[in-house]
């Protein structure tokens, strides 16, 4: 419990300059806008040693880089809502097109009639629920009209800056302290923080993987914010949906820039960086260093994002 | 036995692209210049090619981009140096351009078989005569000199991306070297780390069993060309291209372009390998990377140039 704060402090002490700034909620920059946290700058190291256990071999977590932030910045303390995509749609007019991949007995199917409006889970979806059955492109369209209805610079986050959050100050692939998750043979801790893959949702979703073996009372989608924050006061990173980054993917970090600065190719790209794991996720997959990619147009029942914001 | 498997390489792609296979003046397989100190330039056809070692598994020392191989389409034919570029058309181009490339070299030292950082040395003494390669050259001012070429000419010289030098290299082989799977049936295509290199100096790394002539970097054009009537891609000089430097072929261009981050990167792409070069790594799909500012006097460069853009504007 008091490690958290512990971390933060920490980290202003490295930072001199950025400490008056309390790591507490700022006011929101406009009335749709999310609450946002303050993230310090500092030094980490994205991704994980080529002997650290849960490797998922080919997805270039491996060999890590060591990356400098030498600006805070300001991220969403919790994953976009239903409620707030809606504004923007209805602000906008945005549309898109009919069709997500949603989960059907144990197995994900691309379902046309299925969308942001309704993903497919047992209840409509609440306001408070993340959303999901959104492209990268809708991503970006939301964080473009946040800036200008703000008049800030919101943006996705790019995956270095994602990553750290994710770690939330520490260097474990878990802000919680969970190093393995030893899936099939260790009472998880995860399901205090996170909402992923477990005993709970197992009767519901029936994936072929392993569950992390504690109880998170949540079978599907769960309300943002209803786990516990890292020490960034950033709720749900790990777990609940899979996040969009900014960055393009390629499945090594050669040559990646050692900064915050989202890494993308001139001519664009079609893969685009998918973070954090989601409420299918097993645990191997619930961790902050472990990468994924899809297809920028891509659609899931399990993946929105959130936004970030240059400080 | 050679020219025939090449002719019928070049037959077999031509037909594949009918569309680019007349295009006056440059049909594939011919070479021009296109100035007296301009660079012997040979035209490439267009085709598609697989980038990478697929079983990576059974090749020594493919690294771990190559297995993530990727068909890559070459769309339309494109123009590159027969040879690469010589100390005495890069001197042309230092003494027209005014370009001042920094002093300082990473240099070969063969008595103790070793590179030196050379504060003094520079690519003029680099190489002992103007035909051989021009090296202790950054990637700068590689592409100086093609911008300087394209100024000149009014063409669109440019260096190769990664794709089409790999593409021109294999030159419609589909084994791990232009000439076949074997590093020690090289010596007569190119000039890397063999016998003779390996009686003046012993490196830590094995040697092609075989004789090229050549202990050390060696005038360019001394070697049999391969199917597309490219030298020396094999060996001698390293080669700068366009390419930012990564370690996973996953996500990149499909096409000829190259591929750049957005904001410019730290390292570029060197391939073909030199003198030095252990058999392992003589292969046409090994990679490096090296910081782009980096002068050395196993790196050169060939160039590149596109074809029929002029009769494009001018429709």
């Given at each position: ?311 | ?176 070297r232009?000439w076949?799977?074997d590093a020690a049936d090289g010596c007569d295509a190119a000039n890397t780390y063999d016998l003779v290199a ?9 040697e092609a069993r075989c004789r090229d002539g050549q202990?050390?970097?060696a005038?360019?054009?001394q070697f049999a ?9 094999i060996g ?39 003198w030095?070069?252990?058999p392992?790594?003589t ?33």
């Amino acid at each position: 419990m008091t490690r958290a704060p512990f971390a933060m402090l920490l980290m202003l002490a490295a930072f001199p300059a950025w400490a008056q700034q309390a790591p507490a909620a700022e006011p929101r920059d406009c009335p749709a806008c999310p609450e946002l946290a303050l993230v310090p700058p500092g030094q980490f190291q994205m991704g994980s040693a080529p002997d650290a256990p849960e490797l998922e071999p080919g997805r270039g977590e491996s060999p890590p880089a060591r990356l400098s932030f030498a600006r805070p910045f300001m991220i969403s303390s919790r994953e976009v809502t239903h409620g707030e995509y809606r504004q923007f749609v209805e602000a906008t007019g945005a549309k898109s097109a009919a069709g997500c991949r949603v989960l059907s007995g144990g197995q994900w199917i691309q379902d046309p009639d299925r969308s942001w409006r309704d993903p497919g889970f047992a209840a409509p979806p609440r306001d408070d629920e993340p959303v999901v059955c959104v492209s990268w492109e809708d991503a970006r369209a939301f964080a473009e009209w946040l800036a200008a209805e703000s008049g800030k610079r919101y943006r996705l986050p790019s995956e270095a800056e994602w990553e750290y959050v994710a770690r939330g100050g520490t260097s474990f692939p878990r802000y919680w302290g969970e190093n393995d998750s030893r899936e099939d043979l260790a009472l998880s801790l995860a399901c205090d923080h996170a909402n992923v893959y477990d005993a709970s949702a197992v009767d519901g979703l029936r994936l072929p993987g392993p569950n992390a073996r504690c109880s998170d009372r949540a079978a599907a989608l769960a309300p943002v914010a209803q786990f516990k924050p890292n020490a960034f006061g950033v709720y749900d990173i790990i777990g609940n949906a899979r996040e969009w980054v900014m960055d393009c993917f390629t499945a090594s970090y050669a040559g990646r820039p050692p900064d915050a600065r989202a890494w993308t190719w001139q001519g664009g790209c079609e893969l685009k960086g998918v973070r954090g794991g989601s409420f299918a996720s097993r645990p191997r997959d619930a961790r902050a260093p472990a990468r994924g990619a899809e297809l920028a147009g891509h659609r899931q029942s399990d993946l929105g994002f959130r936004v970030a914001r240059d400080y | 036995m050679r020219s025939a498997a090449a002719t019928l390489a070049l037959a077999s792609i031509a037909a594949a692209f009918p569309s680019w296979s007349a295009e006056p003046g440059h049909e594939p397989g011919s070479a021009f210049r296109d100035c007296d100190v301009c660079p012997d330039m040979v035209v490439v056809p267009a085709g598609l090619f697989v980038m990478g070692t697929p079983r990576a598994a059974d090749a020594r020392g493919a690294a771990a981009a190559e297995a993530d191989a990727v068909v890559v389409t070459i769309a339309r034919p494109f123009a590159l140096g027969r040879r690469e570029v010589t100390r005495a058309e890069y001197a042309r181009f230092i003494a027209d351009s005014g370009h001042e490339p920094q002093a300082g070299c990473r240099v070969w030292d063969a008595e103790l078989a070793r590179f030196n950082d050379d504060g003094r040395r520079s690519w003029q003494d680099a190489a002992p005569a103007d035909d051989f390669p021009a090296t202790c050259v950054s990637f700068a001012d590689a592409v100086a000199y093609a911008a300087w070429l394209a100024a000149k000419t009014g063409e669109r010289y440019r260096l190769p991306s990664e794709a089409e030098w790999e593409y021109s290299a294999r030159a419609g082989s589909r084994t791990l070297r232009p000439w076949g799977d074997d590093a020690a049936d090289g010596c007569d295509a190119a000039n890397t780390y063999d016998l003779v290199a390996a009686s003046r100096f012993r490196l830590g790394w094995p040697e092609a069993r075989c004789r090229d002539g050549q202990a050390e970097l060696a005038p360019v054009g001394q070697f049999a060309a391969n199917a597309f009537g490219l030298q020396d891609m094999i060996g001698n000089a390293r080669e700068w291209v366009q390419d930012c430097a990564t370690g996973s072929y996953v996500g990149r261009p499909r096409d000829a372009r190259a591929w750049e981050w957005i904001g410019g990167c730290g390292e570029r792409i060197q391939r073909g390998g030199s003198w030095l070069t252990p058999p392992d790594e003589t292969r046409s799909a090994a990679r490096s990377g090296a910081p782009a500012g980096e002068r050395a006097a196993d790196a050169g460069f060939r160039v590149a140039r596109d074809l029929g853009a002029r009769v494009r504007e001018e429709r």
